[in-house]
């Protein structure tokens, strides 16, 4: 695997599994309770996480395809990519957004559906970019619906700061859910 993926992969991983750990703070009773209203549940915030991530894989696979077929070379740069969105404030909550539809969550989801859809997106968001390894992907661009057009290690970075971003706020639906059972 190349360096610039395996260390955007790492920095997945790790910030996956920080979110598991905070996810696994929440009462399985209390997965689907709103911390107040108008606040998404933790199970909400999972679906939403998913959708997300399975639309860059879509965008990740889809692009990095086109890419190979039009003859894009192989990358040959080793610099790292972590601060590739610096600047764009992807984790900076202060600033309010609201998700587009397409990635809003529409409910329904169970602890342990919303667990186990974070897996499945998890693991094909990782077939992507395996399959992308090795392309220039610095190259290969494509437009974002907030950052403008980012290339493809920025997108699979996108979805690791996303992720931070949204483990902040998993976190205070925690403490917000436990300080209401005290």
Known sequence: MHRRISELVDFTDATRAALLDAAATIPAGRFTDRPEPGRWSAAELLEHLVRVESGCTRVIAKRAAAA???????????????????????????????????????????????????????????????????????????????????????????????????LAQLEEISSQLRFKNS
Do not use: C, N
């Open 68 to 166: 190979r077929e039009s003859g894009v070379g192989p990358e040959r740069e080793e610099s790292s990519m972590l601060g590739a969105l610096d600047g764009r404030h992807v984790t900076d909550r202060s600033r309010k957004l609201t998700a587009p539809e397409i990635v809003a969550p529409a409910g329904g989801f169970t602890r342990e559906g919303a667990l186990d859809a974070l897996a499945k997106s998890r693991v094909e968001f990782k077939r992507a970019v395996a399959d992308a390894d090795g392309l220039a992907l610095g190259t290969v661009k494509h437009t974002h619906v907030v950052l403008g057009e980012i290339d493809l290690y920025q997108w699979i970075l996108f979805v690791g700061l996303h992720e931070r971003r949204h």
